[in-house]
């Protein structure tokens, strides 16, 4: 007796699914078709669910080496739920197959920015690093298009999504915050973060203070051990009246370097913006005094160079 044919979006895909295991890509891209199309007939509003039906598609076209249909997929893919990393995983491996290294580079390091422990996007982007250097020499990086900024609350979605969804891009996974510490940087990895910080500080010196937080950024996840880094970073916060993360980044700068004048001068002017104001207990309680006079007290001590929190304006970049 022959077997019953997939009726529903769900057969449909754990069929794809199984004949995607078994090697049959062709087949299992047609499975995969034929649900996008009933979903979209059905009118039903489920942008997770067609989007990884994009993103399987992808995957068939990619093992097939039809590198133009799997980046098409996959940016229908991440049309529907952006920074998705399997889609951006997908889209770099057939860019790179394609000879498209700048754009490869692109969404590798982007995948970085969700997890910084993910093998294949580490090594992606050390390849086309290396690639690209090659070709272009060391103004390599004027030759990329922009590398989005991906928002924090769409690295925290995927440490809440089922291991099932995630697997291939988690077999090296750990807490964000955990891996970017535990992870030593080679040498390489910190020229390149250099390299960036001093186009973060070419920005920011021509006022364009939003993508200088992109450059201060991916620096960031190439070496998290510069407090400069997270100072310099803080200043663009504070010119976009971010304040909550200008604290964020000079507290980081802080614990990196407890002698960053910067980070202290920085973090008291965002405290003073967000008027957070508390009794310090090293301050005579006669005078309960403010946490901002507490922070200039702390640069004083570091460095006799203010005499009084508004008769400077604060160093710029490092």
Known sequence: MA?????????LRTSGNQSFRNGQFAEAATLYSRALRMLQEQGSSDPEK????????????????NCVDCIKDCTSALALVPFSMKPLLRRASAYEALEKYPLAYV????????DDSVT???????RMTRTLMDSFGPEWRLKLPSIPLVPVSSQKR????PLEN?????????????SAKSRVPSAGDVERARALKEEGNELVKKGNHKQAIEKYSESLWFSNLESATYSNRALCHLELKQYQEAVKDCTEALRLDGKNVKAFYRRAQAYKALKVKRSCPEAPKSHNQSCLWWHYQSMVQVRGALS??????GPRCS
Do not use: F, M
């Open 166 to 178: 995630h697997k291939e891009t988690s077999k090296s996974k750990s807490k964000e915050t955990t």
């Open 120 to 126: 294949s996007a580490l090594e992606g982007s050390s």
């Open 308 to 313: 009084h929190p508004s008769s400077s304006k």
């Open 158 to 161: 995927w440490e809440c999504l």
């Open 50 to 65: 067609e989007s990884v039906l994009y993103s399987n598609r992808a995957a068939c076209h990619l093992k097939d080496g």
């Open 107 to 114: 969404d590798y390091v982007t995948v970085l920015q969700i």
């Open 3 to 11: 077997p019953i044919p997939p009726e529903s979006v769900e057969e």
